[in-house]
């Protein structure tokens, strides 16, 4: 880039991003306005020690249902994983480049930067991915353009992909006054380089706007309704970073561009669409990574004197296996939940077989096997997930109990009483149920550790990295725990009789609807969402727990369809 291009593209960084702190007060009124929350967001699990809650604020289904109310819906900012999928959906360039951004905030379990300031170094992150990224994309224009400027002559095939990349990147049509803006940058990059360099400072410009950096939502007000329906662009912006976790594709911009969006039947045929497209695996898998954090799983680490098999590959591996796992439930196979917590088939490769003690599949790839329903029952026994939630020498009932007591039951749990002993004996100093049974003979720490222990004890046949076992240090296991404090309370013998007890209850299904549903609206729930998330959950019963119903129900509903007046004027 020449002296005068980079001195261009420095300009155009600090009008479009002008991201310093306050609070958003109002929509901008052009393609350099930005605006931004004044909270931030916090690691997944933080807080606490062994029992603490990094989770869930609280069951599903609180308030009262009085009325057709509204949730608040905070201006979004794209989240790491949404960055990515749209530039790989709009460039062509899947290097993740977001991993470069700051960590994102969460609402809840789940990612999201609806009330997260951008910090002042992360205009310049914006400005050099943009600049990086438009290089790497003029590098090969025939891929980008929608002309031959050869043919169409420069000026006009600029112009026409100005509009076109724009309308793509910026989710709707673009106005003559920010075409005109867009004209001018590629004419001042021409004049002072070529034409490929005039397209790249159009593209830098484009992707430090607002408006791709921001899902900005002004929506219809009409005359006596107090909700406000988002226009169609706007809902088109929220079905594709709900269910694709990335840009709307050209036929749901048509659609809202054909005003089909305004049907609730349109809006639900385009759901279904867009569910039966590959990138619909994008949305599980996320789901599914952040409830369970598994990004953690890279820095997952075992003790090398008592786990020598373990190993960052392995690691990875096992969350392989999990994705592909959630992959088939629910999308290859009949899509309930019943088949996510109690199928017994699973995939490896070499190394996976060798942990699950089974004849390795030939090749180097993955492949379906069936496991003793005995041992194995669906997503809970996964290796990542006991590995993840056990400590770096021995398990830890504590850990797994938390996991199922807040990611399958929705119910939070206070952190440990200042000054609490946390201490983990060494393997062979305490047996797992003596360690617990300290706990529980503590009045200071039973009443959150019967909460958990009792429920992680049904998984002790999974020793710290994952694998099967009989016995630990020499003693036979005993795998019965007791569930208390749900709808399916009493005792249950291993990970099978736990999960049996989890697919008979009720609370499972409405927990996993109020995930999904805070999922999908980028926010947590509050009681004005009773009405709503009530709605879901007999939706969600009515069709045996099937989550592409759910989702169907949650973006079809009248909290993702509509706004209150109040949400963006004032940030939370």
């Known amino acids: 880039m020449t002296p005068r291009l980079r001195e261009l593209a420095l300009g155009v960084a600090a009008c479009a991003l002008a991201l310093g702190a306050g609070c958003y007060t109002g929509l901008a009124s052009d393609a350099d306005g930005l605006a931004n929350g004044d909270s931030t967001g916090r690691a997944p699990g933080e807080g606490g020690s062994d029992g603490s809650d990094g989770g869930s604020d609280g069951a599903p289904g609180e308030g009262t249902c009085e009325g057709d109310r509204l949730g608040a819906s905070p201006l979004q900012r794209l989240t790491r994983t949404e960055y990515d999928h749209t530039i790989a959906d709009l460039l062509g360039i899947d290097t993740h480049p977001a991993q470069a951004l700051p960590p994102d905030g969460l609402s809840g379990l789940f990612a999201n930067n609806g009330a997260t300031a951008v910090p002042s170094y992360a205009v310049e992150v914006y400005r050099d991915l943009a600049e990086s990224l438009a290089a790497t994309a003029i590098a090969d224009l025939s891929e980008i353009l929608p002309c031959d400027p050869a043919q169409l002559g420069e000026d006009a095939c600029a112009a026409e992909f100005i509009e076109q990349f724009g309308r793509r990147a910026w ?170 917590l109690g199928a017994n088939h699973t995939f490896v490769n070499a190394r996976l077989a060798a ?91 039973a009443g959150c550790h019967e909460l958990m222990d009792p429920i992680g004890l049904a998984f002790e046949h999974f020793d710290a990295m994952g694998r099967y076992r009989d016995q630990d240090d020499g003693a036979a296991i005993d795998a019965h725990g007791l569930l208390v404090g749900t709808d399916v309370d009493g005792p249950f013998d291993g990970p099978s009789g736990l999960v049996d007890k989890l697919l008979a209850s009720e609370q499972v299904g409405a927990c996993i609807a109020h995930e999904w549903f805070e999922f999908g609206m980028g926010r947590a729930t509050s009681d004005d969402d009773a009405c709503t998330t009530a709605a879901i959950d007999e939706s ?33």
């Not at 045929?269 to 799983?297: I, K, S, W, Y």
């Not at 360690?435 to 009045?443: F, S």
């Not at 909290?559 to 949400?567: E, G, H, M, S, W």
Request: hydrophobic share 40%.
């Open 171 to 340: 989710r709707r049509p673009l106005d003559a006054a920010q075409v005109d803006r867009l004209v001018q940058l590629y004419q001042q990059g021409r004049a002072d380089g070529t034409f490929a360099e005039g397209i790249g400072l159009v593209i830098e410009a484009v992707l430090q706007s607002p408006w791709f950096l921001y899902r900005i939502e002004s929506g219809v007000p009409a005359p006596g309704e107090e909700a406000i329906a988002l226009d169609g662009f706007e809902l088109a912006s929220r079905l594709s970073y709900f269910l694709w976790r990335s840009m709307p594709d050209d036929a749901l911009l048509a659609a809202a561009e054909a005003g089909e969006l305004d049907d609730p039947e349109f809006v639900e045929a385009q759901v279904r669409r867009m569910l039966d497209d590959p990138r619909a695996e994008r949305a599980l898998l996320t789901f599914f990574g952040e409830l369970f954090a598994l990004d953690t799983t890279a820095s997952l680490y075992k003790d090398p004197e008592l786990f020598d098999t373990f190993s960052p590959e392995l690691a990875a591996d096992m969350r392989t296996e999990l994705e592909l796992f959630v992959l088939s439930a629910l999308r290859e196979g009949d899509g309930r939940v019943d088949t996510l």
């Open 355 to 445: 942990l699950y003690g089974i004849e390795a599949p030939a090749g180097d790839g993955f492949t379906r096997v069936e496991l003793d329903p005995s041992r194995f029952r669906g997503l809970v026994t996964k290796p990542v997930l006991m590995a993840l939630s056990a400590h770096d020498q021995r398990t830890s009932p504590t850990f797994r109990g938390k996991l199922v007591r807040t990611r399958l039951l929705c119910q939070g749990l206070p952190p440990p009483p200042p000054g609490v002993e946390s201490t983990v004996p060494s393997p062979g100093e305490l047996s797992t149920r003596e360690w617990v049974q300290q706990r529980l003979d503590n009045p200071s720490c």
């Open 540 to 572: 969600f019963a009515s069709t045996d727990h099937d989550i592409t119903e759910l989702m169907v129900a949650i973006a079809t509903s009248p909290a993702f369809r509509l706004r209150r007046p109040d949400d963006l004027e004032e940030a939370p």
